[in-house]
């Protein structure tokens, strides 16, 4: 069973919509959340990261934890075409020091 | 800015080749790591290391091997590379804050390494 888990998409929104991407996990005892945004033939770059449960904001992007649900996602508001890209969520589990990330979904945003 | 430096970012090798990735980190990192990312199946770990001339093997670790003999410096060995480890590698690197594990920084990554073997 895979320990971090995102729909593949690949997922499209129009310009200006609200693109939701969701991730779950497995291990309760997970600390740290993160969210990184890879485009096509470059390296994964760090958008978000979240410890705490609840909304943290930056910007046009915010991340929501629910660790009794086990369950993260990114909102991305007032989406652009740059925001074109696959979005990776990562998962710092309680007992490990090193990062499980998820799979990826493809985000298109279309003009 | 933290840089992460791979040394190529293309190369072509053969099989049974020895081959050498290297990856440098400016900004004394303790923690650096070896991924693999290839279509559909997401970034997986190779190796990982906590401090020089320390390794943990991460989930895919076999036909690797790794080096780090100074701090800013963390090496993956391709022993006899196969067709089957074409690729592209990435190497990250992030700093423990805090007591434990729980707060480590988040991954700083390099531009990557495209790895074909023929």
């Known amino acids: 069973q895979k320990e971090v888990e995102q729909n593949s998409g690949p997922l499209s929104v129009p310009e200006g919509a609200i693109a939701s991407l969701n991730c779950t996990y497995s291990?309760?005892?997970?600390?740290?959340f993160f969210w990184y945004r890879q485009y096509s033939g470059k390296s994964p770059e760090l958008i978000m990261f979240i410890y705490s449960n609840g909304d943290k904001e930056d910007g046009r992007f915010t991340a929501q934890l629910n660790k009794a649900s086990q369950y993260v996602s990114l909102l991305i508001r007032d989406s652009q075409p740059s925001d074109s890209a696959t979005y990776l969520c990562a998962v710092l589990s309680g007992s490990a020091r090193q990062l499980t990330f998820g799979s990826g979904t493809q985000l298109t945003v279309l003009p | 800015d933290v840089k992460v430096t791979q040394s190529s970012r293309y190369l072509v090798k053969r099989t049974g080749e020895k081959v050498f990735l290297e990856c440098v980190q400016d900004?004394?990192?303790?923690?650096m790591f070896w991924y693999r990312q290839d279509p559909g199946l997401g970034l997986r770990l190779i190796y990982f290391?906590?401090?020089?001339?320390?390794?943990e093997k991460g989930d895919i670790p076999e036909g690797y091997s790794v080096s780090r003999e100074k701090k800013e410096r963390f090496s993956l060995i391709l022993e006899s590379a196969s067709t089957n480890q074409t690729s592209m590698y990435l190497c990250?690197?992030?700093?423990?804050?805090?007591?434990?594990?729980?707060?480590?920084?988040?991954?700083?990554f390099g531009n990557g390494t495209r790895l074909t073997v023929t």
């Open positions: 900004m004394d990192h303790e923690n």
């Open positions: 990250a690197s992030s700093f423990t804050h805090g007591r434990g594990n729980s707060y480590n920084s988040p991954l700083h």
């Open positions: 291990d309760r005892g997970s600390q740290s």
């Open positions: 290391s906590y401090d020089v001339k320390m390794k």
